[in-house]
């Protein structure tokens, strides 16, 4: 078949590969040049564990073809994803101009009867907009629109985009929304091969989650047909949802460290109830990413939109908002003072990634150096992004290595939960401290071990 992807992102660049893969001819477009000349080396220009195998695999196989001409990416397609970003504006809803521009391109150089499917996180609504656009584009183009939302997670996209949690489809045209299960349903039967050929895509597949039922689920009983309108509410409503529980546990923890207990083994005991589930109840610095802040902050937009209360989405943002400053304060209540070395493990907004956006590890370096404190950060992936999006200022340096961070530090906060910061020498490394603290602000070290050697305190227990 030949398909074409709109926007070479998370979304967009790993399902292209896969396509490609999988034996489809498969066009990725994008504006930006230096995306489009990186993904034609055979690479990827972010870093995502099993990517570049499978974009190298793309390019050498002639599959893959990446171009900055709709013409040309769009001019035989059977099919085409959609999946541009769609980023906040300024009014707290999601920024749809780029979806908008892409659909009203694309209309004029594809051929009838294509299907297009819209990948990216919208605001309900967005379809039916998109489909008045594309008419006035090309009043005679025969099409079908459908809001296929994507679920994958970074640091696990590739992984989660071969085997898919549930594929929710909205429409109205049977055969197309068939087509397109078929289509995902062709990776999913070539999982075991593409897992074996790309092993490590599966390294940061459990952060913060408790099971891997869908695993076993039979292709078939993934698929739900909806319309339109529901399958954009499902992804915005799962985002919100989720963060919801992350900023539920964080509230949570705040109790856990008044009142002396636990926040890890209340989450064990409530998301032991098969109605709950223990995913994402891990508390932490809060959620970042291009993904959950933006999302809530749209949801609200929505609600508010059509008149309706959006109190409870509200607490989602203000718990979060609040994190990073509940962590500042605790990081006071060990007596590090104004003027104090501080170091962080950690930048990227979760493990497996180099991506900082609204990251809370890199909020909490700003928040500290506002304080006054002088700070060195460090992170396996995400120093060059961290220099960009949150620059260095006199009191906040990014250095290469773990020993920079601990050298004269009175306090080492772990920021990022980076499963290589759980193995690392802690007995060897305190000793390049001037004081001998340490704070755990995403609650995964072990206090037992961890207090033999630091005067050491974690988020909620
Ligand atoms: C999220 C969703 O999980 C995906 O299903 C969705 O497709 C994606 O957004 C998207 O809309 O594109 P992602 O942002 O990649 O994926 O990362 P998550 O693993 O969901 O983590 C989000 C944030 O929440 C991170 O900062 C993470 O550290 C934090 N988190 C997560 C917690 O603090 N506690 C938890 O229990 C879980």
Redesign the pocket.
């Known amino acids: 078949m030949n398909i074409s992807i709109i926007g070479t992102g998370y979304v967009g660049l790993t399902l292209s590969a896969l396509l490609a893969r999988v034996g489809h001819k498969t066009h990725c477009i994008d504006v930006v040049p230096e995306k489009i000349e990186t993904i034609k080396t055979g690479k990827s220009y972010f870093y995502e564990l099993g990517l570049d195998n499978l974009v190298k695999y793309g390019i050498d196989s002639g599959n893959l073809i990446p171009t900055l001409d709709y013409g040309e990416g769009l001019k035989d397609a059977d099919v085409v994803f959609l999946s541009v970003g769609t980023p906040s504006g300024k009014d707290g809803g999601l920024d749809l101009t780029y979806i908008f521009d892409a659909v009203k391109k694309a209309a004029k150089y594809v051929k009838d009867g294509v299907i297009f499917v819209q990948r990216s996180?919208v605001p309900v609504g967005t379809g039916e907009k998109a489909i008045i656009i594309m008419k006035e584009a090309n009043p005679s183009l025969k099409f079908t629109y459908l809001s296929c939302p994507?679920?994958?997670?970074?640091s696990s996209a590739v992984l989660d985009s071969i085997i898919q949690d549930r594929i929710v489809i909205g429409g109205d045209d049977k055969k197309a929304i068939q087509k397109i299960f078929d289509i995902f349903e062709k990776i999913e039967n070539e999982a075991e091969e593409i897992t074996k050929e790309t092993p490590e895509i599966s390294k940061y597949a459990n952060?913060?989650m408790h099971s891997n039922e869908h695993k076993t689920m039979k292709f078939s009983d993934k698929c739900i047909t909806t319309c339109l309108e529901s399958a954009e509410l499902v992804k915005i409503c799962?985002?919100s949802f989720?963060a919801m529980k992350?900023s539920f546990?964080n509230n949570i923890a705040r109790i856990c460290d008044s009142v002396g207990a636990n926040v890890n083994e209340v989450m064990d005991g409530v998301g032991m109830d098969r109605r709950i589930s223990r995913s994402?109840?891990?508390a932490?610095l809060?959620?970042?990413?291009?993904?959950?802040p933006k999302?809530v902050k749209g949801l609200k937009k929505s609600l508010e939109d059509h008149g309706i209360d959006s109190d409870l989405i509200k607490m989602i943002w203000k718990v979060n908002e609040e994190q990073v400053d509940y962590i500042v304060e605790q990081v006071k209540k060990m007596n590090i003072f104004k003027g104090a070395r501080v170091g962080m493990l950690g930048l990227a907004?979760?493990p497996g990634t180099s991506d900082v956006r609204v990251s809370?590890a890199c909020r909490l370096g700003k928040a500290l150096s506002k304080a006054g404190y002088y700070v060195r950060a460090t992170d396996p992936q995400a120093i060059n992004d961290a220099k960009k999006e949150f620059p260095e200022e006199k009191n906040l340096k990014y250095v290469d290595t773990v020993e920079e961070v601990f050298d004269s530090s009175e306090i080492v906060i772990l920021a990022t939960d980076w499963p290589e910061y759980k193995e690392l020498d802690y007995e060897n490394l305190s000793k390049l401290m001037s004081k001998k603290n340490f704070y755990d602000a995403r609650n995964c070290l072990d206090k037992k071990s961890m207090s033999k050697i630091f005067k050491f305190e974690n988020l909620g227990s």
């Open positions: 996180t994507e679920y994958l997670r970074e952060s913060y799962a985002n989720l992350i546990a994402f109840l891990y932490g809060g959620f970042g990413g291009g993904c959950f999302d907004f979760k809370p």
